[in-house]
């Protein structure tokens, strides 16, 4: 009796002596008590998507008519890129110290020196340019554009337009699969459509249902799983290579952006409609489970990272307490626009 009893009290001894070490490996945990500040911007007009350039060490912030540069060491702005009209989203080449920002204003791409910050010139594109993606197998700049719903493919060295496709539907987010095809959310038609970076061929496209309206959209490569945020507030898992939606989680409202980070194997999804970024872990391969949910602020949709220290940043302004008329877009607090940083 006494050494059975000596075996279950050594057996517990040593559960409760890993029990420690695996929370302290689980890379969710640190983002549960995460501490949460903001990076005062100031300034007017709207804002949409936010890069890190883990090279240089900078975030790039579309802010209305220009791009915000801010030195993510100091949290201070350095710069600004100016001329971008309706500016969405901003991509980089480091190889080449080139940006590149997608202006739905004017239809048209900035290239900028990413040193210098000098603006070196800008392509036409159509419709209006929304996100823009670099894809590294076939080294091409890749816009996606509202209101001619269709795909503009550039040449970033000699920076011209070399092709274009029509997805379906109002393409919104992008990945590559790291073997020179892209998967891009249709937001319209509740789908995702791969395609060839270097023909311009529709691989194959396939529902997210039970999701609607995809915005959001990051890819683990290991496990060939695309992650969808979309708008009727779930997180649609899918696998890649067949196009079975496989899983679905629960989320904020109003969500905008997407993260996969492989090196701890968390998923992160920013709602602008509560001001929540949820954060989700795999439980078992190619399986996931919520493993927090962050409180950020309403209106911060938008997500970026840095690749070394895992900060995030979330772009949001104060929303007015004057109600919007009806039918009218919600207007926020002039000069109340932040950058949200999850430490």
């Given at each position: ?32 008590k ?33 791009v ?17 009209p ?7 080449i480091?190889?080449?110290n080139?940006?590149?920002t997608?202006?739905g ?7 900028f020196?990413t ?5 070196l ?8 340019p929304?996100?823009?993606y ?7 700049v ?6 001619t719903?269709?795909?503009t ?12 496709l ?63 945020t ?10 890649a290579d ?6 679905t989680?629960d ?21 602008g ?10 439980k078992s ?9 962050i409180k ?12 070394k ?12 307490a004057?109600?919007?008329k ?12 932040v950058?949200i940083?999850?430490d």
């Open positions: 009796m006494m050494t059975r009893l000596r075996f279950v009290m050594t057996r517990a001894l040593i559960l409760l002596a890993m029990a420690p070490a695996a929370r302290a490996e689980d890379a969710s945990a640190r983002y549960e995460a501490k949460v500040h903001k990076i005062e911007v100031g300034g007017e007009g709207g804002w949409d998507f936010l890069e890190v350039d883990g090279t240089n060490r900078r975030l790039y912030v579309a802010h209305g008519m220009r915000v540069v801010i030195d993510i060491d100091t949290e201070k702005v350095v710069g600004e890129i100016a001329d971008t309706n500016v969405h989203g901003i991509a980089f480091p190889d080449l080139r940006g590149f997608s202006n204003g004017d239809s048209s791409v900035t290239v020196d040193k210098t910050l000098k603006t010139g800008k392509i036409k594109a159509n419709g209006k929304d996100i823009i670099f894809e590294p197998i076939t080294r091409r890749f816009t996606f554009n509202h209101g719903n269709d795909i493919a550039i040449d970033p060295v000699e920076m011209k337009v070399v092709g274009s029509t997805p379906g539907g109002v393409p919104e987010l992008a990945v590559s699969d790291e073997k020179g095809h892209i998967f891009v959310n249709l937001e319209d038609t509740s789908e995702i459509v791969e395609f060839d970076a270097a023909s311009l061929k529709i691989l194959k496209r396939f529902s997210l249902a039970p999701g609607e309206e995809p915005t959001g959209l990051a890819f683990d490569p290991k496990q060939r799983k695309l992650f969808s979309c708008n009727n507030k779930k997180l649609v898992v899918a696998d067949t196009g079975k939606v496989t899983q989680l989320i904020g409202p109003g969500p905008d952006g997407c993260i996969f980070d492989a090196e701890q194997g968390l998923i992160f999804a920013s709602s409609g509560d001001g929540t970024v949820t954060v989700a872990r795999a391969p190619g399986q996931y489970e919520v493993a927090a949910t950020t602020q309403i209106s911060a949709k938008t997500i970026a990272m840095d690749p220290t895992k900060r995030l940043y979330l772009s949001a302004a104060t929303p007015s004057t109600p919007a009806k039918g009218a877009r919600r207007s926020y607090e002039p000069g109340s626009f950058v940083v999850i």
